[in-house]
């Protein structure tokens, strides 16, 4: 990192990545977002390749071949800030699982009495050998489809299994988000919800 270091006190007034364009001479300080007149090459120096500190807070910092804590209440105000973005940032991928989860539910949930009514009567006349009369939620299923009844009732009740198969699984994938809030890195955080994601969107293509 690219500092910009009172050489009076120490104190470090700005910190910039080592690739940012940096002028700092008699008329002040230019760089990326900063104009400052008040601060020019007599009162501050710039210090390259520094080590970036673990939390920064603008004149809370010197350094002096190693970060020194100048006003220790603007690092905690930092350091809770910095930690109320991260839990931010990890409920709203929560969230992004969550609402995933829900948006397949929301296909079939609409309709689960027909679903159930369904399967239920596909499963008695499955159990009555296929015989009698064809019940009427596997008829109509049956006659657009242009399918025999038992095939129809066969693959009413193979869905009714898969469907159930899905749901499971989404909701063990659901339940993962708690390892993207216990994540030990945000990295890992992001990896781990993109990788439940992922297996949402593979689960959701395959339910019909």
């Known amino acids: 990192m690219k500092i910009i270091r009172n050489r009076a006190t120490l104190a470090v007034s700005y910190m910039l990545p080592d690739g940012a364009a940096v002028q700092l001479d008699a008329d002040g300080l230019q760089a990326p977002g900063i104009h400052a007149l008040d601060v020019t090459a007599a009162t501050h120096e710039l210090l390259q390749s520094i080590?970036?500190?673990a939390v920064w807070a603008g004149s809370a910092?010197?350094?002096?071949?190693?970060w020194v804590v100048l006003d220790q209440a603007a690092i905690d105000a930092a350091l809770a800030a910095q930690a109320a973005a991260r839990q931010h940032a990890r409920a709203a991928l929560a969230t992004a699982i969550d609402e995933a989860v829900a948006a397949i539910y929301s296909r079939f949930t609409r309709f689960q009495l027909e679903y159930t009514e369904r399967e239920a009567q596909a499963q008695a006349y499955k159990d009555a050998g296929y015989t009698g009369t064809v019940p009427p939620r596997v008829a109509e299923f049956a006659t657009p489809a242009g399918m025999p009844a038992q095939a129809a009732t066969d693959l009413i009740?193979?869905?009714?299994v898969n469907l159930?198969?899905?749901?499971?699984?989404?909701s063990a994938l659901r339940m993962r988000k708690y390892e993207v809030l216990r994540a030990a890195t945000d990295a890992q955080a992001q990896a781990v919800a993109a990788e439940i994601l992922d297996g949402i969107g593979t689960i959701g293509a395959g339910v019909v």
């Open 157 to 160: 009740l193979a869905q009714a």
């Open 61 to 66: 910092l010197a350094w002096d071949a190693g």
């Open 164 to 170: 159930r198969t899905a749901q499971g699984e989404l």
């Open 51 to 53: 080590p970036a500190p």
